[in-house]
């Protein structure tokens, strides 16, 4: 089993930057593809970036290209989410996820859930 506990949510101003990260319990967190997802007031859950097991393959959603960049440390059970340049569409709960399987679009389903941090960008 598998716990997530995500962090570095908060309030920061439109052009402002956060940094998320994801703990994950237990020993098997390096055979784990990552990713984070985020879930806006009465919009449906989309994936934001994914990352493979071992950080060669990424895969992010058009609107954070160039914004957001997903990382991890195998060595510490962290993947991180660093958000730059932050629009105020970009508020919404963040789900760090994980899942065995890994394609072209990152994540092929997901096994566990963390319970999401919430960022709030004001205009």
């Known amino acids: 089993q598998v716990q997530l506990v995500e962090s570095g949510g908060g309030l920061v101003q439109a052009g402002g930057s956060l940094r998320l990260a994801c703990a994950a319990s237990?020993?098997?967190?390096?055979?784990?593809?990552m990713g984070w997802f985020r879930q806006a007031p009465g919009k449906e859950r989309e994936s934001v970036a994914n990352?493979?097991?071992?950080?060669?393959?990424?895969y992010y959603v058009d609107s954070v290209k160039g914004r957001f960049t997903i990382s991890r440390d195998n060595a510490e059970n962290t993947v991180y989410l660093q958000m730059n340049s932050l629009k105020p569409e970009d508020t919404a709960v963040y789900y760090c996820?994980?899942?065995?399987?890994?394609?072209?679009?990152?994540?092929?389903?997901?096994?566990?859930w963390g319970k999401g941090t919430l960022v709030t960008v004001s205009s």
């Open positions: 996820a994980a899942g065995k399987l890994f394609g072209v679009r990152g994540l092929l389903g997901v096994d566990h």
């Open positions: 237990g020993r098997t967190f390096s055979s784990y593809h």
């Open positions: 990352i493979n097991w071992s950080g060669a393959n990424t």
